[in-house]
């Protein structure tokens, strides 16, 4: 069995970036586990679901980083510039 | 120890389901490092380890219930022997033939192995739900890149379709065939239910990543068996996975063998397990 040598290039910074968060008990804190990046979201949650799956999840969901509101940023001065 | 009619049948099924995955898995494991990123890689790996998990976890229920000796499924058969589908022995030629490739052997492998759900055989039944909800994710994974494909892919994967579908649509076999499993229960949906599921699937991600219509998507998904169909293996008489794949799943090849210590068991330290008389009851082959 050979492996697959045809690669097309692609532009992987045009791909969105998705963050993955996750609960470990129904009553327990949302974990930010970390982020992926696909070119749609079909690509993403099953990225997310077999990246991230070290414990039994009882809930896992992803956000668009763009989504993403910042309230405090390391980047930017929210508020004053 | 006699092996039931019903009980003969369901290791044939359950030999399909896992023989498939257990092809399946490497080629995941070979094309993993041609993932897009290192979440690809990694979830192709994960896809992978889940599919060889499913194998032995089908592996052991099996070796269980049919007295067989822990391992023996795995390395006390030869290649002949297997029951995986037929579309999966000749390897990806490119990334557009894995994506459908993969994609399609998914959606027949829920298919079938869903029949099972609300089955009699709880214990059974409890596996398929827990299959079930990893299963889900490989195939949302590959249609995600599947309607992320490049005109060149897309071109790719209509070739793929052209020249693996008819292997995996066929792999239901012929319509009406009889069913001793559900006739006893042991599966609730009809192989041709399971078969109408599975285009289904094929045709809703197919139409949106290729412009190929329904009735193309169909027409290259035919319910046609060869006349030298082995139903109990679900595939043409005497076809055998080739020996470079074979070599890959079961390596005999000393450096590749010493690697895969310290698993438990290898076909060097288990010549024994090959063709035993006392075994001949569960004629898996």
Request: contains cysteine; negative net charge.
């Amino acid at each position: 069995m050979g492996l697959v040598k045809q690669k097309t290039a692609r532009n992987t910074m045009d791909w969105e970036y998705f963050e993955v968060f996750a609960r470990e008990e129904a009553d327990g804190p949302l974990f930010h586990l970390g982020s992926v990046s696909a070119p749609n979201k079909p690509a993403a949650v099953g990225q997310a679901r077999m990246v991230y799956s070290e414990k039994p999840w009882v809930e896992m969901c992803i956000c668009p980083r763009a989504e993403v509101t910042p309230v405090i940023s390391v980047n930017d001065m929210i508020g004053i510039a | 120890m006699s092996v039931s009619g019903t009980d003969k049948a369901l290791m044939q099924e359950l030999l399909c389901v896992a023989d498939t995955d257990w092809v399946l898995g490497h080629w995941y494991i070979k094309v993993m490092l041609n993932g897009r990123s290192l979440p690809d890689c990694t979830a192709f790996a994960g896809m992978g380890q889940d599919s060889l998990g499913h194998t032995r976890a089908i592996f052991r229920l099996l070796e269980d219930r049919l007295q067989l000796p822990e391992h023996q499924l795995e390395f006390g058969r030869q290649p002949e022997a297997l029951h995986d589908l037929e579309a999966l022995s000749r390897p990806p030629q490119n990334w557009g033939d894995f994506l459908m490739t993969a994609f399609l052997t998914e959606c027949a492998v829920w298919r079938l192995f869903s029949t099972f759900l609300d089955g009699a055989d709880k214990e059974l039944a409890g596996m398929v739900k827990h299959f079930g909800k990893e299963l889900y994710f490989h195939r949302l994974g590959l249609e995600g890149w599947m309607l992320a494909a490049s005109d060149e892919e897309c071109a790719d994967m209509k070739q793929s379709l052209a020249e693996r579908g008819a292997e995996v649509a066929r792999w239901f076999g012929a319509e009406g065939a009889p069913d001793v499993l559900l006739e006893s229960g042991v599966r609730t949906t009809s192989v041709a239910d399971a078969r109408a599921g599975f285009l289904e699937d094929a045709v809703s991600v197919i139409t949106q990543a290729t412009n190929l219509s329904e009735a193309e998507v169909l027409g290259y998904l035919p319910c046609e068996t060869p006349e030298d169909w082995d139903t109990a293996k679900r595939k043409t008489a005497g076809a055998t996975v080739p020996a470079s794949l074979w070599e890959f799943m079961i390596p005999t090849d000393p450096d590749t063998v010493a690697l895969r210590r310290p698993l438990a068991v290898s076909v060097d330290d288990n010549l024994d397990l090959v063709d035993r008389s006392e075994y001949a009851h569960a004629d898996y082959a």
